[in-house]
Structures are given as C-alpha cells and as structure tokens.
C-alpha cells in the first residue's frame, strides 16, 4: 500500500494512507496524508474478546467519520483489512481492493489455496480437485454468509457470491502473472506485478571472496526458534558459498554458530543486498520472495505457515526454485536445495527472466495507472 500510495501521491494526487502509528513517518515521507487505524486485538483479544466479523463492524464505524473528511474518490483497500472496504460502500465511494500476493479464488480444477498442492498435470488430478471444491463450497458460503450478516449491520445489502470481501470493480493483484496458475479471469482483476516497499536501510557488508553468495532471508513472524537459520549456516559451513543471514530483529533464543563462510546481521535491506546474491534461502512470505525474483535470484522455499504453502509451490511450479518442506528442513536438506539451485541451468534462467520483466513492468506504476483510471469513471 505504500508503494501504491507513493506512486499516486508522486503524480499529484491527494492520498490519504490509513495505518498503524508506527508507519506515520513513513506515510508522510511518500507525501501521503496519514490516518491512524484502529488497533485493537482480533486473533485473538486479550482483554475483550471479539470476533473477526464483529471487529470489522465496529472498524467500518470508526472509519465513518473519516471518509466523510476526505471525501476520496475511490477507497482502496488491502484484501486484509475489510473495514475500509465496507466504509466506502457505506458512503457510497467507489472501493478497489490491493491484494498483495497470489489470487486466492480457485479454479474449480486447482488446489484449494495455502494448501500447498501444486497444479494438477492430468484430467485424473483435475477431477480429483474438483471432488475437493464441492467440499470446501461449504466453507466459503459460510464465508460469505459471515460477511453478508456485517454488510447488514452497516445497512448494505447481501451478496450472492463467494470472496465478497474482493471488489468486483478493480482488484489489483500484486504478484509476478509467472506465478499465476492459467485461469479465466474475472472482469476488473489485473496482475499488475510485484508492489515492493521497504523502509530505508544502509547496506551492510558482505562476507569477502568471489564465491555464490546466499542469502537467508527468515520470516518476521514464523520460527521464532530460528530453524531455518540454523539448518543453512549449518549446511553450508563447508560449502564452496558466502552466506549473509539475518534474524530481521527477532534475536534467536540461544546463540547461533557462525562459519567463516557466513556473516550474520540483526537487519539488511533485500533491495540492496539481493541484487548481489545468487540463491536465496526463505520461509517464502510473498514480499521476500517477490523481492529475490526481482533481483533475479533463484530461491530455496521452506514454507512455515499462512500463504507460505501456496507460493513456494507456485515458486516450484514457476520453475524459480527449490521447495523444501519445513518438516524436511536440516543442514543436510537445505545444503543439497541450495546445490540444486546453483548448479540448474533452467532454475537461474527462469529466475532471470523474471528479474526482467519486473524491470519492464513496475507494479506500482501499473496500479496507480488503473486507479487513476477508476477514481475517475465515477
């Protein structure tokens, strides 16, 4: 959202960017107006429990006062956060959503999404997936039944369909389309590419030589005991690799050993150091991963949980990288990944052609391009 909102404040329009307190001066850096959103407990509570649903009533609410402020011509809205969604609706403005990874809607024929199941290759798989989706209809009518009793509460009428908290209007899609199973796509979805932001950073030095770099580039949110860390540096101590890890601030609980090899640093920047690596070793969240593609960088995927699952096996259908199990992962597993995704010759091609179309299409630019475009139809 900040890259999106910077690229529409650069052009001259007034944005207003509503989010948590600690990413103020950051909003008002990109020349962005800054609103503070409701932070409170969900998943869950600590004090005063309150389900998801009823927490978007009471946010869609407070956001009321702030819509009839600035007055936007459109709301654009992260797929995350449905508050501001149902606010604009309410004030009858027109409402985009940002979704900031792979679509989650599935084909009849596809896995069902964060499952982690890669594209069925014969009709036998097909159907088989398609018995699956009779199964999982249940739970997205529960979805929708949800989200229809919260449109209720804020006076707006039911929808039929399923993944109502998308617009049917414009949904931009950030994310690579070589990541993107073939689909039919519905009306007002564009893959606009990678939305890459992240706060300023200096660059930190790397470990000295002219050997492969690897990067371990760990969740900030998953394995807090830092496994993965671990397993890599472990791994690759005798390798003929440099290794930059870092732990993104969240110190491990107990020390870690560093090889010669290696170099280990609380924070970088992926926008400075990922340029300059060769493989990347990640829990294969979709910023970091869209980042190393970007910088034409092979990966090795080790999902930890949320939607971690589901890109690493779009990165292993995509043909960018390696995907390793968590359940799998030790020094042993990651050191013949990271072999793997040195030593194949169509794994760092297509990670190259990747890189290269993201220097032809920004995704910010390509979305700002199709809000300025809404914003205006009305």
Known sequence: MLALGRELAARGHEVTLQTWAKWEDEVRNGRMAFAAAPEYHVFPTRERPMKPYA???????????????????????????LAPALAGEVAGVPVATV?????PPAEPSFPPYALGARLPRTALGRAGWQAVARVTAAGLGQGRDELNETRRRLGLPAQSRF??????????????????????????????????????????????????????????????????LRATLAGLADEPVRVIA??????????????PNARLVDWLSYERTMPRCDVVVLHAGHGTLAR???????????????DMAENAARADWAGVGVRLPSSLVSAATVRLAV???????????????????????????????????FARSD
């Open 292 to 306: 190393a593609l970007a910088c034409g960088c092979s990966v090795v995927a080790c999902p930890a949980g949320g």
């Open 55 to 81: 927490a978007v009533v009471r946010a869609a609410r407070e956001m009321a006062p702030l819509v009839q402020e600035v007055r936007p011509q459109a709301v654009v809205a992260d797929i995350l956060t």
């Open 246 to 259: 870092t732990f993104n601030r969240r110190p491990p609980p107990e020390p870690v050993e560093v090889p």
């Open 99 to 103: 979704v900031p990874h792979v679509y």
């Open 163 to 228: 993944h109502g908290g998308i617009s049917a209007d414009l949904c931009l899609v950030g994310t690579f389309p070589q990541l993107e199973y073939p689909r039919r796509w519905p009306p007002g979805v564009h893959v606009v590419g990678p939305l890459l932001w992240e706060p300023p950073s200096e660059s930190v030095e790397l470990p000295p030589g002219d050997d492969p770099l690897v990067l371990v580039a760990p969740s900030t949110s998953q394995d807090p005991g830092q496994r993965l």
């Open 339 to 373: 072999r793997r995704a040195l030593a194949e010759p169509k794994i760092r091609q297509r990670a190259a052609e990747l890189a290269a179309w993201a220097r032809r299409h920004d995704g910010a630019r390509a979305g700002a391009d199709l809000v300025e475009r």
